[in-house]
C-alpha cells in the first residue's frame, strides 16, 4: 500500500509540474495580459473556440528550422492552445490536443534536429493520441482541473513519458527554445 501511496505521490507532483508548465507557458505566449484574457466558456462542446493565445502570431526563434525546411509555426501555436486549454475545460483541452496531433504528425518524422528530439517528436505524438483518447472519455464541459488526478491520467504513458523519457524531454526543451525563446528572452 506504501509503495502504490509512493508512486501515486510521485505521478501527483509530476501532474502539477506539467499544469505548472502549461500555465506558464500560457502567461509566455499571451504576453503580460494573460491574467485579464476573458475566461474560458462554460458551455458543452467537443470543439473549442481557438483562446486568444492560439490567435497570437507566432514568431519561431530565429534558430527554428536549423536545416532550411521545416516551419514549426504550426507546432507552436499549436502548443501555445494547448497551454492555454489547460485552464479550461475538456473540450478546448480535446480541441487543442487534436491541434497538437495534426501539427506533429505534418512534422513527422523530423529532419533538421538532434536524434534524440526526433525520436522525442515521436514519443510525443503517441502521448498525444493517448492524451486524446483519455480526454475523449469525459464530457467536454468538465474543468481540466477537476480531472487532473484522475487515474487514467496519473497511470496513462503519456505522464510517464513526461518524467522519465530523455528523448520526450529532449523535445520538450527543443519545443520551448524553438517556440517561446524570443519570449522568454533567450
Not at 508512486?7 to 504576453?31: D, F, K
Not at 502548443?79 to 501539427?103: I, P, Y
Request: with cysteine; proline share 5%; glycine share 8%.
Amino acid at each position: 500500500m506504501s509503495l502504490r501511496l509512493t508512486r501515486l505521490g510521485a505521478h501527483a507532483r509530476t501532474a502539477l509540474v506539467v499544469c505548472a508548465v502549461g500555465v506558464v507557458l500560457t502567461g509566455c505566449s499571451a504576453g503580460q495580459d494573460a491574467a485579464a484574457s476573458p475566461a474560458p466558456s462554460d458551455s458543452p462542446s467537443a470543439t473549442a473556440t481557438p483562446s486568444p493565445a492560439a490567435a497570437t502570431p507566432s514568431t519561431p526563434a530565429s534558430g527554428a528550422g536549423a536545416g532550411g525546411t521545416a516551419d514549426y509555426t504550426e507546432l507552436c501555436d499549436a502548443n501555445r492552445e494547448a497551454a492555454a486549454a489547460k485552464t479550461g475545460t475538456v473540450g478546448q483541452d480535446l480541441a487543442a490536443a487534436h491541434r497538437q496531433a495534426d501539427a506533429i504528425a505534418a512534422l513527422l518524422p523530423m529532419t533538421g534536429v538532434s536524434p534524440e528530439v526526433a525520436a522525442g517528436a515521436t514519443v510525443f505524438a503517441d502521448s498525444t493520441a493517448e492524451l486524446i483518447g483519455i480526454l475523449e472519455q469525459y464530457p467536454a464541459d468538465t474543468a481540466v482541473v477537476d480531472i487532473a488526478l484522475d487515474d487514467a491520467l496519473l497511470q496513462s504513458q503519456a505522464l510517464d513519458n513526461v518524467a522519465t523519457n530523455i528523448d520526450y524531454q529532449a523535445f520538450i526543451a527543443w519545443t520551448i527554445e524553438t517556440c517561446y525563446g524570443t519570449v522568454l528572452g533567450e
